[in-house]
């Protein structure tokens, strides 16, 4: 452990421990029926989901990632949070109507309802797939921030950090999960803004240096305004933005989830407009104190070892400011924001999950009738078994790394189609199965080639920056079940019917 984590931080990181699984686990007593394990009763207050809905947002590394990239380059990765807006415009006029007049809890049941079950399964498993990937990334890489910061090890942080979600996520359910992202997102945010304020405070002369340094090497800057395809320009930074904000609030599970747990329809859409919203200026401060780190180790190059003045040890800068820089309780309570920020994604995945494998699966293929206790019985297994998983891929990921890589692109290459399906049932009435499917499975292959072709030494390889795959993948499944759509109805006339 580094010295520097003092007696003071190990009491304020075991307290913030201690109080988030207590009290995540005090909600045991309102999680007894699938309905409050998975909905909350439908009763929680707007502000309440929205800060749950932000907890969900900002992942661990969000807190870690932005700042490094704000370090190494500019302000270019703010230009995803521009794209908020509108993405939160759509779901408050078209999802959250869309999904709390539906009132199934699983954001899959409408796409089987459209197009048919294969839909519903498609995206299902996708979505599993994808949340398994995204639960061992972030506890790996949170484990591995935590290990160079403190020097603990690895495999316990992991383990550690898999046991007390579990706990509080298996009692507590979904108003479990939702009250402690309201504590945790609090923390997050208060660690932010501690360290900005001690680096504003920090700098040998005064906080107008930070300014002064960051303009002289254009730091603020938002990216090029050009129309290259093949670099992250502002506008293709922001179209990705959208596809991808559109993607979580109209057919991710965390937050479908979410619109169902809040009271009434209005504080549904309360609650996306405070989440969403709010993620803008916490975006903002993130990579305000990339800059900060900048303009702090510009003015004093000397706290910076040479070992982390490499463009690609960015990452590994604020991590070292914590533990160098902070006075003793602050660190611990970086360490807090740290866990909070990841406890807080890989909490709603494991209970997304757990709801996912009762209704669209259990319910529909094994017990459909099945009862409260029954039910209550898979949800608490399902927590326990994904717990488990996301855990052991966590683990997976010190030694093989490579392979959970490639699993990683595979889901985002058959989770990418989900959007595209989704819109082409919701804004085309006239498109049906067969089209469906045809336009789906052409996605994927769009989605395929580039994502693996710019590593081929060949002329067709994909001339596209990576963050335009779930763009146009989106695009071209929507408009090719269009096409197709209109080209069957276009036949059906010419031959009478």
């Given at each position: 452990?580094?010295?520097?984590?003092?007696?003071?931080?190990?009491?304020?990181?075991?307290?913030?421990?201690?109080g988030?699984?207590?009290?995540?686990?005090?909600?045991?007593?309102?999680?007894k029926?699938?309905?409050?394990?998975?909905?909350?009763?439908?009763?929680?207050?707007?502000?309440?989901?929205?800060?749950?809905i932000?907890g969900?947002?900002?992942?661990?590394?969000?807190?870690?990632a932005?700042p490094?990239?704000?370090?190494?380059?500019?302000w270019?990765?703010?230009v995803?949070?521009?794209?908020?807006?509108?993405?939160?415009?759509m779901?408050?006029?078209?999802?959250?109507?869309?999904?709390?007049?539906?009132?199934d809890?699983?954001?899959?049941?409408?796409?089987?309802?459209?197009?048919?079950?294969?839909?519903?399964?498609?995206?299902?498993?996708?979505?599993?797939?994808?949340?398994?990937?995204?639960?061992?990334?972030?506890?790996?890489?949170?484990?591995?921030?935590?290990?160079?910061?403190?020097?603990?090890?690895?495999k316990?942080?992991i383990i550690?950090?898999?046991?007390?979600?579990?706990?509080?996520?298996?009692?507590?359910?979904?108003e479990?999960?939702?009250?402690?992202?309201?504590?945790?997102?609090?923390?997050?945010?208060?660690g932010?803004l501690?360290?900005?304020?001690?680096?504003?405070?920090?700098?040998?002369?005064?906080?107008?240096?930070?300014?002064s340094?960051?303009?002289?090497?254009?730091?603020?800057?938002l990216?090029s305004?050009?129309?290259?395809?093949?670099s992250?320009?502002?506008?293709?930074v922001?179209v990705?933005?959208?596809?991808?904000n559109?993607q979580?609030?109209?057919?991710?599970?965390n937050?479908?989830?979410?619109?169902h747990?809040?009271?009434?329809?209005?504080?549904?859409?309360?609650?996306?407009?405070?989440?969403?919203?709010?993620?803008i200026?916490?975006?903002?401060l993130?990579?305000f104190i990339?800059?900060?780190?900048?303009a702090?180790?510009?003015?004093?190059?000397?706290l910076?070892?040479e070992?982390?003045k490499?463009?690609?040890?960015?990452?590994?800068?604020?991590p070292?400011?914590?533990v160098?820089?902070?006075?003793?309780?602050?660190?611990?309570?970086?360490?807090?924001?740290i866990?909070?920020?990841?406890?807080?994604t890989?909490?709603?995945s494991?209970?997304s999950?757990?709801?996912l494998?009762?209704?669209?699966?259990?319910?529909?293929?094994?017990?459909?009738?099945?009862?409260?206790?029954?039910?209550?019985?898979?949800l608490?297994?399902?927590?326990l078994?994904?717990?488990?998983?996301?855990?052991l891929?966590?683990?997976?990921?010190?030694?093989?790394?490579?392979?959970?890589?490639?699993?990683w692109?595979?889901?985002?290459?058959?989770?990418?189609?989900?959007?595209?399906?989704?819109?082409?049932?919701?804004?085309?009435?006239?498109?049906?199965n067969?089209?469906?499917?045809?336009?789906?499975?052409?996605?994927?292959?769009?989605i395929m080639?580039?994502?693996?072709?710019?590593?081929?030494?060949s002329?067709?390889?994909?001339p596209?920056?990576?963050?335009?795959?779930?763009v146009?993948?989106t695009?071209?499944?929507?408009?090719?079940?269009l096409?197709?759509?209109?080209?069957k109805?276009?036949?059906?006339?010419k031959?009478?019917?």
């Amino acid at each position: 452990m580094d010295s520097h984590f003092s007696s003071i931080d190990i009491i304020v990181l075991i307290v913030y421990i201690v109080g988030v699984v207590a009290f995540g686990s005090y909600f045991v007593r309102k999680s007894k029926s699938p309905e409050t394990f998975t909905a909350a009763g439908r009763s929680l207050p707007g502000w309440a989901v929205g800060l749950s809905i932000l907890g969900t947002y900002v992942s661990s590394i969000s807190f870690l990632a932005l700042p490094g990239k704000a370090y190494a380059g500019n302000w270019n990765p703010f230009v995803f949070s521009l794209s908020l807006p509108l993405a939160a415009w759509m779901a408050v006029r078209f999802f959250v109507p869309l999904y709390r007049e539906h009132g199934d809890i699983s954001a899959y049941s409408y796409l089987e309802k459209r197009f048919g079950p294969w839909a519903r399964n498609y995206a299902a498993i996708c979505y599993l797939l994808t949340q398994l990937a995204r639960m061992g990334s972030i506890m790996f890489l949170v484990a591995l921030a935590l290990h160079s910061l403190l020097g603990w090890d690895i495999k316990t942080i992991i383990i550690g950090m898999g046991i007390l979600t579990f706990i509080y996520t298996f009692l507590g359910g979904i108003e479990g999960v939702i009250w402690t992202d309201v504590v945790q997102s609090l923390v997050l945010m208060g660690g932010a803004l501690t360290c900005a304020v001690i680096l504003f405070f920090n700098m040998p002369e005064g906080p107008g240096q930070i300014f002064s340094i960051a303009a002289q090497h254009s730091k603020f800057n938002l990216g090029s305004f050009g129309f290259s395809l093949s670099s992250p320009t502002f506008w293709v930074v922001l179209v990705y933005g959208i596809a991808i904000n559109l993607q979580n609030f109209g057919i991710d599970q965390n937050y479908i989830q979410r619109y169902h747990t809040a009271r009434t329809s209005r504080e549904a859409k309360k609650s996306v407009l405070l989440g969403s919203l709010l993620y803008i200026p916490v975006s903002a401060l993130f990579i305000f104190i990339g800059t900060q780190l900048f303009a702090f180790y510009r003015a004093s190059p000397q706290l910076l070892p040479e070992a982390l003045k490499a463009v690609d040890k960015a990452d590994k800068v604020f991590p070292h400011f914590i533990v160098t820089q902070l006075p003793a309780g602050f660190v611990g309570l970086l360490i807090a924001a740290i866990f909070a920020a990841a406890m807080s994604t890989v909490d709603s995945s494991i209970n997304s999950a757990s709801t996912l494998i009762l209704t669209d699966f259990y319910k529909r293929y094994f017990r459909p009738k099945a009862g409260n206790k029954e039910s209550m019985k898979v949800l608490r297994i399902s927590t326990l078994v994904w717990s488990l998983l996301g855990t052991l891929a966590a683990l997976a990921m010190i030694n093989v790394r490579s392979v959970l890589d490639a699993w990683w692109q595979l889901s985002g290459i058959f989770g990418g189609g989900m959007l595209g399906l989704f819109l082409l049932g919701y804004f085309s009435r006239r498109v049906r199965n067969v089209s469906a499917a045809i336009a789906t499975t052409l996605g994927i292959l769009v989605i395929m080639w580039m994502t693996f072709s710019p590593t081929w030494d060949s002329p067709i390889a994909s001339p596209f920056h990576g963050f335009l795959i779930p763009v146009i993948g989106t695009l071209g499944i929507f408009l090719v079940g269009l096409l197709l759509s209109r080209r069957k109805e276009m036949k059906k006339r010419k031959d009478g019917v």
